[in-house]
Each structure stands twice: as structure tokens, then as C-alpha cells.
């Protein structure tokens, strides 16, 4: 039979949340006085998953109060997929690790973050505003109404279709003899959309190459 915390250790772990507190009250100019002055909401912190959550969130406040980050960040990350039929689909293998984590660490420096996240399957956390979208044409789509908003920086990490299947099929294909191939077509290029509506717009991309040397990678990154 499973028990919970016993009183010492909740003692011990109240002891242990104290110091870490008083680490970052010092290194954050006392941004959780509040939080150890209240015991009923500290005791409720017992829940060591909450912590995470409240030291990112109350970073992010104490830069914007601050205002020294405070930038308007649109990121996209995680891939694409295009439509086979309703039921299948085709994609690369990225999941979008960093584009999230670029969105995680620009929110906690006070960036006012706006994050597009394709087909990756992961979590993100859920105090950054998140549009999830599946296929290229939503990507597409919700980035291209997204830079009528005015950002001043665009981050573009998505892994996005270059290829997608000409023509989607209605339902399902049949398992078996149903298709025999599948015709693809190249898709517009986001980031050059982007760079002519958005040319004010301060740009990072991102682009995979790979058996090339050092000197041919810089030579990419300078176009």
C-alpha cells in the first residue's frame, strides 16, 4: 500500500523550498517574498510540480516589469505533414525540441512569445500561446495572418514540408492495391513570404544541410 509524506519529510522538503527560495529572492531581487509570507499557498507547494511553473512564470513578470526584453516574438517550430488521405500523411522526422525550447526561454526574458507548433507530439508548456497545426497549409496559412500583427522578431525552426502529395484523396485508400504511387509537388517557401510582406521583420532561420563542409555551411548561413 503506497503512503504519502510522512511529517518529517514534509519538513525536510519545506526546508529545502525555503533555501531554494531565498537563492533566488537574492538573485531576483525578491520576486517570491510574497509566496513565503503566505503558509497556507506554501504549504500547498508541497506539490513539487508546481514549482517549475511558478519560478518561469514569475521571471517572465519580473522582466516585463523591468521591460528590458519586452519584444513581440513569433516562433514556429515542430514539422509538417501533407495529406495522403484522411487517415495517412507524410512528414519528416523532427519533433520540434527547439523551437520549443526557444519559445520557453524567450518567454521567461519577457518576450511577448507567440509559438506555431506543427504534427511534433510533444508538450509545450502551457503558460506560452500556442497554435497547433498539422498540415503545410496551415502552417502556412497561420503564420502568414500571424506577421499582419507586427513582431519585431520572427524565429522560424519548423521542419516544414518541402514535398507534399499533389492531390489529397477523399477517406480512406484501400490497404491493399489501392495506390500505386503518389505524385508530390514542391511548396512555397514560408520564410521568403515572410522575408517579402515582413522585410523590417529581424529574422533567425533554421536549415538542415548535411556532407558539407564548415566553410560551405557558412557560406549557406551568409544568403
Not at 495506390?179 to 517557401?189: A, M, Q, R, Y
Request: charge should be positive; hydrophobic fraction near 40%.
Amino acid at each position: 500500500m503506497k503512503t504519502g509524506p510522512t511529517l518529517l519529510d514534509k519538513l525536510y522538503f519545506r526546508i529545502s523550498l525555503l533555501n531554494l527560495f531565498t537563492k533566488i529572492n537574492f538573485r531576483y531581487n525578491g520576486i517570491f517574498i510574497e509566496f513565503l509570507a503566505d503558509n497556507a499557498y506554501f504549504t500547498s507547494l508541497l506539490n513539487m510540480r508546481n514549482v517549475p511553473m511558478i519560478i518561469r512564470c514569475h521571471r517572465h513578470e519580473l522582466y516585463e516589469y523591468w521591460d528590458k526584453y519586452k519584444k513581440r516574438v513569433l516562433i514556429n517550430a515542430g514539422p509538417t505533414m501533407g495529406k495522403i488521405d484522411n487517415v495517412r500523411g507524410i512528414k519528416n522526422i523532427f519533433k520540434g525540441n527547439t523551437g520549443i525550447g526557444i519559445a520557453d526561454e524567450a518567454y521567461m526574458r519577457g518576450a511577448d512569445v507567440k509559438l506555431i507548433y506543427g504534427d511534433g507530439g510533444l508538450l509545450v508548456p502551457d503558460y506560452i500561446p500556442t497554435e497547433r497545426v498539422r498540415y503545410f497549409e496551415e502552417m502556412y496559412s497561420e503564420v502568414m495572418k500571424e506577421i499582419e500583427k507586427e513582431y519585431d522578431i520572427g524565429i522560424f525552426t519548423a521542419a516544414i514540408s518541402d514535398y507534399i502529395p499533389a492531390k489529397a484523396f477523399k477517406g480512406k485508400i484501400k490497404s491493399r492495391g489501392g495506390l500505386k504511387k503518389i505524385t508530390l509537388k514542391e511548396t512555397p517557401k514560408i520564410i521568403e513570404k515572410v522575408k517579402e510582406k515582413c522585410p523590417e521583420m529581424y529574422m533567425v532561420t533554421f536549415k538542415m544541410e548535411t556532407d558539407l563542409t564548415v566553410e560551405e555551411l557558412q557560406e549557406i548561413g551568409r544568403l
